[in-house]
């Protein structure tokens, strides 16, 4: 498209990522001239990596309580009109597998590219028009419409959807963009901190610990106190760089710099208590003894 063409549609999606396909196949779906723009040439990075490349794309017990937001109703809504069921109910059109892990986390059998796949397909069902490897120079209000210039044209649009996602990642392309567009508007803007992310340390303090990386296991994790406590169990995986797995993600979003995370690996045992009771009378190693309760590496080390 040569920079002087302007094309218009009635709605114009930022970010190809898991929100902004769903959003621009079921707009098109219903009608809509959808064009969905996105800075990368390769779309849903943060799709292929979740999940361990298998993309954890829901959970059976998905509610509002699950989600975190000043205003605790936010969610009811959508997830009132859009279930884990009719995402379920979705994947299977496609013929797509998947498995629970536990506690109502599903996961594809196969790869993410599966998700990926449908939703793109979800989008040309629509007829979805595509800008990739398109940036975004600026954006305003002209009119009844928004203006998009873009390093591929000019779009114009009657409505704006911004799923341009956080700033987690930006090795896969995270930008501020959102942020940018939300404050020119005047749109208020929460402060940003970490959330759903690993803990990562400083690599020489983390030494000793590098040689447990891959091991998980249940733990019980909490931090903070009153109102901003978070507490779950939930599984723990050791990295080459820190601690992450599904515990850890969890109650990244509670965290707050200087707190302390409690991590009992002994499900509410004394683990003290209970070596010295099942060490009397034992010929076993401590090592093994340990190793009844904990991953046998970690009981080594």
């Known amino acids: 498209m040569s920079s002087g063409t302007t094309n218009r549609f009635d709605v114009a999606v930022l970010g190809a990522g898991a929100a902004g396909m769903m959003c621009a196949a079921v707009a098109g779906q219903r009608g809509a001239r959808v064009v969905l723009v996105d800075h990368a040439t390769r779309i849903a990075e943060k799709i292929r990596i979740s999940g361990g490349g298998r993309c954890n794309f829901t959970n059976l017990q998905a509610g509002p309580a699950n989600y975190l937001s000043s205003n605790p109703h936010f969610s009811r809504s959508a997830l009132a009109r859009y279930t884990p069921q009719d995402f379920l109910a979705l994947m299977r059109r496609y013929d797509i597998g998947w498995h629970e892990k536990h506690r109502g986390q599903l996961f594809c059998n196969e790869s993410a590219e599966d998700v990926i796949r449908m939703l793109r397909a979800e989008c040309d069902g629509g007829g979805v028009t595509w800008r990739t490897g398109c940036g975004i120079e600026e954006v305003r209000r002209e009119g009844d419409d928004y203006l998009l210039v873009t390093t591929q044209g000019t779009l114009r649009a009657g409505a704006l959807v911004v799923a341009t996602g956080g700033l987690s990642i930006p090795k896969i392309g995270a930008t501020d963009l959102g942020y940018r567009i939300a404050r020119q508007?005047?749109?208020?803007?929460?402060?940003?901190?970490?959330?759903?992310?690993?803990?990562?340390?400083?690599?020489?303090?983390?030494?000793?610990?590098?040689?447990?990386?891959?091991?998980?296991?249940?733990?019980?994790?909490?931090?903070?106190?009153?109102?901003?406590?978070?507490?779950?169990?939930?599984d723990l995986l050791w990295t080459h760089r820190g601690l992450s797995g599904p515990a850890v993600l969890q109650i990244s979003s509670f965290w707050r710099p200087g707190a302390p995370i409690d991590i009992d690996l002994f499900d509410g045992e004394d683990a003290a208590d209970w070596l010295i009771g099942h060490k009397r009378g034992s010929r076993k190693h401590l090592a093994n003894l340990l190793a009844e309760r904990l991953p046998s590496r970690l009981a080594d080390a």
């Open 185 to 234: 508007f005047g749109l208020k803007i929460v402060d940003t901190r970490p959330a759903l992310v690993p803990l990562t340390f400083d690599g020489q303090a983390w030494q000793p610990f590098v040689p447990l990386a891959g091991v998980s296991m249940e733990v019980d994790i909490a931090t903070g106190s009153g109102k901003t406590a978070g507490a779950f169990k939930e």
